[in-house]
C-alpha cells in the first residue's frame, strides 16, 4: 500500500545533487507544514545515500513555502562508517526558501550508555479524543489526540497552561519511520495557545529535531511545552515516546506570534 505521506514526498532527480517535487496542499496549515517540509528534506538523505535514519536534522524557514513546484540543491558535507551530513536547499521561483542541515545514520550505529532521567507525562488514551479544531488540511492526514480539557482555549477559555499531551498518528495508517519522525516532532499546536487562544498564525522560524530510536507501530506519544514568550516570540519543546515508554525524539523551535487573542482570562 502507498502511504500520503510517501506520494506526497516523492522527487524527481533532475541532475547531480538536484531534485524537484511537487509540495502537496494537503499538508497545510496556513502554509505547508514545517514538519512535511522537514520529511521532504529526508526522503533527499533516502535519495542520495543508504543511510536512512535521521539522527539531528535542523531547518531554517526564510519565507513562507507555497504549494507547488521546489527545486532542492544538496550539498554532502560529510560521510564515514556510521554517519552523513548534507546541507540542503529548498528554492522555489529561484527564491531560497528553506535551508536545512541534517545528519542520518544507519540502524545500531551507536551503542553505549542508554539514561533516562524524566518520563512521559502521557494520558490515557480512553480519555483522549481527536483534536476538532481548526480543521486545516494538516488535520486531515495526522490524527491527533489529546484530553479534552486541552481543548477549552478554542472556546475562549484562555491563560491556562501552556501544555499539551496526547498521541499522534496518520489517518491512513502509515507505520511509522524516520520521515514521519521528522514530520510528527513538528506536529502539536502550539502550546502558547492553550494562553492566548487562536491566533492567526505561529510561524516557525527555526526546529531542530534530535532522533533517538524509530519504534515499530504507527503511534506515538508526546508532549510539548512553551516555557518563555518574549516580544511575541515563542519557543515550543516537544518529546516524542513509543507506545512502550522508549524516548523516541526531542525538538525545540522557535516561532513568531503573529496576532494575539488581546482579551485573555487572567
Same mark, same amino acid.
Given at each position: 500500500?502507498?502511504?500520503?505521506?510517501?506520494?506526497?514526498?516523492?522527487?524527481?532527480?533532475?541532475?547531480?545533487?538536484?531534485?524537484?517535487?511537487?509540495?502537496?496542499?494537503?499538508?497545510?496549515?496556513?502554509?505547508?507544514?514545517?514538519?512535511?517540509?522537514?520529511?521532504?528534506?529526508?526522503?533527499?538523505?533516502?535519495?542520495? &545515500?543508504?543511510? #536512512?535514519?535521521?539522527?539531528?536534522? +535542523?531547518?531554517?524557514?526564510?519565507? /513562507?513555502? @507555497? *504549494?507547488?513546484?521546489?527545486?532542492?540543491?544538496?550539498?554532502?558535507?560529510?560521510?564515514n562508517k556510521r554517519l552523513v551530513t548534507a546541507?540542503?536547499?529548498?528554492?522555489?521561483?529561484?527564491?531560497?526558501?528553506?535551508?536545512?542541515?541534517?545528519?542520518? &545514520?544507519?540502524? #545500531?550505529?551507536?551503542?553505549?550508555? +542508554?539514561?533516562?532521567?524524566?518520563? /512521559?507525562? @502521557? *494520558?490515557?488514551?480512553?480519555?483522549?479524543?481527536?483534536?476538532?479544531?481548526?480543521?486545516?488540511?494538516?488535520?486531515?492526514?495526522?490524527?491527533?489526540?489529546?484530553?479534552?480539557?486541552?481543548?477549552s482555549w478554542v472556546d475562549g477559555d484562555t491563560?491556562?497552561?501552556?501544555?499539551?499531551?496526547?498521541?499522534?498518528?496518520?489517518?491512513?495508517?502509515?507505520?511509522?519511520?524516520?520521515?514521519?519522525?521528522?514530520?510528527?516532532?513538528?506536529?502539536?499546536?502550539?502550546?502558547?495557545?492553550?494562553?492566548?487562544?487562536?491566533?492567526?498564525?505561529?510561524?516557525?522560524?527555526?526546529?531542530?529535531?534530535?532522533?533517538?530510536?524509530?519504534?515499530?507501530?504507527?503511534?506515538?506519544?508526546?508532549?510539548?511545552?512553551?516555557?518563555?514568550?518574549?516580544?511575541?516570540?515563542?519557543?515550543?519543546?516537544?518529546?516524542?515516546?513509543?507506545?512502550?515508554?522508549?524516548?523516541?525524539?526531542?525538538?525545540?523551535?522557535?516561532?513568531?506570534?503573529?496576532e494575539t487573542n488581546r482579551n485573555i482570562k487572567?
Open positions: 500500500m502507498e502511504y500520503k505521506l510517501d506520494r506526497d514526498v516523492h522527487m524527481e532527480q533532475i541532475g547531480e545533487n538536484r531534485f524537484v517535487i511537487e509540495i502537496s496542499r494537503d499538508w497545510n496549515i496556513v502554509a505547508p507544514h514545517g514538519g512535511y517540509l522537514m520529511a521532504i528534506a529526508g526522503k533527499v538523505f533516502h535519495e542520495i &545515500t543508504n543511510f #536512512n535514519i535521521p539522527l539531528s536534522m +535542523t531547518a531554517y524557514y526564510h519565507k /513562507p513555502t @507555497l *504549494p507547488g513546484k521546489a527545486v532542492l540543491f544538496v550539498n554532502r558535507v560529510m560521510e546541507k540542503i536547499t529548498l528554492l522555489q521561483e529561484n527564491n531560497e526558501i528553506i535551508s536545512f542541515i541534517g545528519t542520518f &545514520t544507519r540502524e #545500531n550505529a551507536f551503542k553505549g550508555l +542508554t539514561l533516562i532521567q524524566k518520563q /512521559p507525562l @502521557l *494520558p490515557d488514551l480512553n480519555t483522549c479524543i481527536e483534536f476538532p479544531y481548526p480543521r486545516y488540511p494538516f488535520f486531515n492526514q495526522v490524527k491527533l489526540c489529546v484530553p479534552p480539557d486541552q481543548f491563560g491556562g497552561e501552556t501544555f499539551f499531551s496526547g498521541y499522534f498518528s496518520f489517518q491512513d495508517g502509515r507505520p511509522l519511520d524516520g520521515l514521519a519522525v521528522l514530520l510528527l516532532a513538528d506536529a502539536s499546536p502550539p502550546p502558547v495557545l492553550r494562553y492566548t487562544g487562536p491566533v492567526q498564525w505561529v510561524p516557525t522560524i527555526e526546529m531542530s529535531v534530535q532522533v533517538r530510536y524509530v519504534p515499530p507501530g504507527t503511534r506515538l506519544g508526546f508532549q510539548s511545552s512553551t516555557n518563555f514568550v518574549t516580544n511575541g516570540l515563542t519557543e515550543t519543546d516537544v518529546e516524542l515516546w513509543s507506545e512502550k515508554g522508549e524516548l523516541v525524539a526531542i525538538g525545540r523551535q522557535l516561532a513568531v506570534i503573529r487572567k
